[in-house]
T-cell receptor, first 112, second 111 residues
């Protein structure tokens, strides 16, 4: 059984640019949640996708957007990058919207 | 809203010492409670969980008991190892799509 994978591992962007992060969910899981973990902080919920629809959103601006594909993999897009967007972005998949979440290794984004 | 409060770190212990990391929570309803561990440069791994009051979660020598009366879920281990050095996160799930995490507690174990 393949676990949750994320790509890329690391990414460096400049302020104002756009970025796309990718996540492949664990086999059989139809729900993907995205979290932002700033340095020294706990993960903060960005949004969740369940069966290709957004199913909940945290306190993040609209320039954070997402997508879930028919195979349940997912993308996180961030437009107009700001310095404060520098963080570890974690993806978690679950069997259903209320299921136990399994985390990927994360993508480290640095905005200069 | 939901919130989780953990003791601040770092917690510094010698190998074989007893570990306690305190966690208290505020939530509506009856949340499920979790402890996650994060090793340097890695994502989160579920360490243990409890889904109802008085449940005890346990894994790899770690334990935590869901105490509804004190809204607590303290993590304990009787004898820590150097390999336990990591950041530990307490989290809750109250049924609104998301996990709510504490800020994390770094544990440093020396030989």
């Amino acid at each position: 059984e393949t676990g949750v994978t994320q790509s890329p591992t690391h990414l460096i962007k400049t302020r104002g640019q756009q970025v796309t992060l990718r996540c492949s969910s664990q086999s059989g899981h139809n729900t993907v949640s995205w979290y932002q973990q700033a340095l020294g902080q706990g993960p903060q919920f960005i949004f969740q996708y369940y069966r290709e629809e957004e199913n909940g959103r945290g306190n993040f601006p609209p320039r954070f957007s997402g997508l879930q594909f028919p195979n349940y993999s997912s993308e996180l897009n961030v437009n107009a990058l700001e310095l404060d967007d520098s963080a570890l972005y974690l993806c978690a998949s679950s069997l259903e919207e209320v299921g136990e979440q399994f985390f990927g290794p994360g993508t480290r984004l640095t905005v200069l | 809203g939901d919130s989780v409060t953990q003791m601040e770190g770092p917690v510094t212990l010698s190998e074989e010492a007893f570990l306690t990391i305190n966690c208290t929570y505020t939530a509506t309803g009856y949340p499920s409670l979790f402890w996650y561990v994060q090793y340097p440069g890695e994502g989160l791994q579920l360490l243990l969980k409890a889904t109802k009051a008085d449940d005890k979660g346990s894994n790899k020598g770690f334990e935590a008991t869901y105490r509804k009366e004190t809204t607590s879920f303290h993590l304990e281990k009787g004898s820590v190892q150097v390999s336990d050095s990591a950041v530990y996160f307490c989290a809750l799930y109250s049924g609104y799509s998301t996990l709510t995490f504490g800020k994390g507690t770094m544990l440093l174990v020396s030989p």
